[in-house]
């Protein structure tokens, strides 16, 4: 019999709607609870209540707690797999924050839900199913932390909400799924060729996240620069361009070693040193500004503030993201 542990972080999975306003709100009890029965005879699952809060409350600290909870979890050979619940706005952020701290060769699944649990086409179940039953398979193992939504199952490198209120939001641009559940029968066709490791206790730098747009000048890269920052992602045009207005601001960070980490806001494809003129990738790449091609924004700062507790050279940083 396979062994689930089922951690709870809170989230849309586990709230009601308001039958008076139509608000949704956090229920007094996790309606998820009462539907163990759905798991079948092959699977014990252990349930546990790590937290109650919606995903935009969600934070580094709650991504560190549920990092200790599951290395706990593996040390002591307590389950076969784990699963977490959590809510969608952020989801992907937690999923890769813990793919790159985690290191444990049991699957890891995260999933939650679009629609709250008391809803018409309520798809938590669904969905908590899924992900108990990839967590139970043998071939999800050593896959790296895994997004199960809609049936379709996602590596947390690249998956991303794509929806606000869809069913099947979770994607993975360029890329696609991994994997897919079928009539309760997991199926992996795609892997990950690498995966990256970086052990660490807390987060204790800052990196703002900033997204370029036509027109762009100086002033907001200025502002950040006077937080004093540890470092910066910015979500650029294109294949990684910025208009010129902001180089001189740019400029301070790379003269204070501050790190620049340089993704596209655009929604498939890569960031690439392809264009060479002013404020062009080339250009931008040979001032000392780091790509991280494939990630998005969010994701790029988690990896850069796990960067930055263990290395402050710019050519380690820039090997690890590219």
């Excluded at 252990?46 to 995903?55: C, I, N, T, V």
Aim: glycine share 8%; hydrophobic share 40%; proline share 6%.
């Amino acid at each position: 019999m396979k062994r689930i542990l089922l951690l709870h972080t809170g989230g849309t999975i586990s709230m009601s709607t308001d039958q008076t306003t139509g608000d949704v709100r956090p229920s007094s009890e996790n309606p998820l609870h009462h539907y163990r029965h759905l798991f079948g005879e092959a699977v014990h699952v252990k349930a546990e209540d790590l937290f109650q809060l919606p995903s935009p409350h969600i934070t580094l600290k709650e991504m560190t707690a549920m990092k200790e909870r599951i290395e706990r979890a593996v040390e002591a050979d307590e389950a076969d797999g784990i699963v977490l619940t959590h809510g969608t706005d952020t989801l992907e952020e937690t999923a890769y924050f813990l793919d790159l701290t985690l290191h444990a060769s049991i699957p890891v699944v995260l999933t939650g839900a679009m629609r709250p649990a008391d809803s018409i086409g309520a798809d938590g179940l669904l969905n908590l199913q899924a992900a108990v039953w990839t967590a139970m398979s043998e071939e999800a193992a050593d896959k790296g932390v895994l997004v199960v939504m809609n049936e379709e199952i996602h590596a947390a490198r690249h998956v991303t909400k794509t929806h606000t209120t869809n069913v099947a939001t979770f994607r993975t641009p360029t890329f696609g799924p991994i994997g897919i559940l079928a009539k309760n029968h997991v199926h992996f066709f795609q892997k990950l060729v690498e995966r990256e490791h970086f052990p660490v206790d807390t987060i204790r730098h800052t990196v703002p996240l900033l997204k370029a747009y036509a027109g762009m000048e100086s002033q907001l890269l200025e502002a950040v620069f006077q937080m004093k920052p540890d470092g910066l992602v910015i979500e650029a045009l294109g294949a990684g361009n910025l208009p010129p207005a902001v180089l001189p601001s740019l400029k301070k960070f790379l003269e204070n070693d501050l790190p620049v980490v340089l993704v596209s806001r655009a929604f498939n494809g890569i960031a690439q040193d392809i264009y060479d003129y002013e404020g062009g990738g080339r250009q931008l790449k040979q001032a000392g500004v780091i790509f991280a091609p494939g990630l998005s924004g969010p994701k790029a700062r988690i990896k850069l503030l796990i960067l930055l507790e263990q290395t402050k050279d710019p050519k380690e940083m820039a090997n690890c993201f590219e």
